[in-house]
Nanobody, 124 residues
């Protein structure tokens, strides 16, 4: 079992930046691939980025490439999502998720553990 807690969300103007954190407790964090997903009301949850267990491999959806950076510090049991050049379309609840690996990184059902989410609101 692993417990995930997101933080760092908030209100930011378009063009601004936020850094989200996903803090883990429980089993050894380095056992897990971690991803960030986001969801807005009335829309399906969508993958944003993921990072491999050791942090050497990262994945991004097209909309996040060049603007978002996912990283992890296994010594601190934390994964980060640095988000730059934010626009109103990035407004959503952002969730981190963890799994032992093996499935597609961008499919939500791949992940066994989820945080409660943190709200990101980008004003125009």
């Amino acid at each position: 079992q692993v417990q995930l807690v997101e933080s760092g969300g908030g209100l930011v103007q378009a063009g601004g930046s936020l850094r989200l954190s996903c803090a883990a407790s429980g089993r050894t964090f380095s056992y897990y691939r971690v991803a960030w997903f986001r969801q807005t009301p009335g829309k399906e949850r969508e993958a944003v980025a993921a990072i491999s267990k050791g942090g050497s491999t990262t994945f991004y959806v097209e909309a996040a490439k060049g603007r978002f950076t996912i990283s992890r510090d296994n010594a601190k049991n934390t994964v980060y999502l640095q988000m730059n050049s934010l626009n109103p379309e990035d407004t959503a609840v952002y969730y981190c998720a963890a799994d032992g690996g093996g499935g597609s990184w961008s499919i939500g059902s791949t992940y066994d553990y989820w945080g409660q989410g943190t709200q990101v609101t980008v004003s125009s």
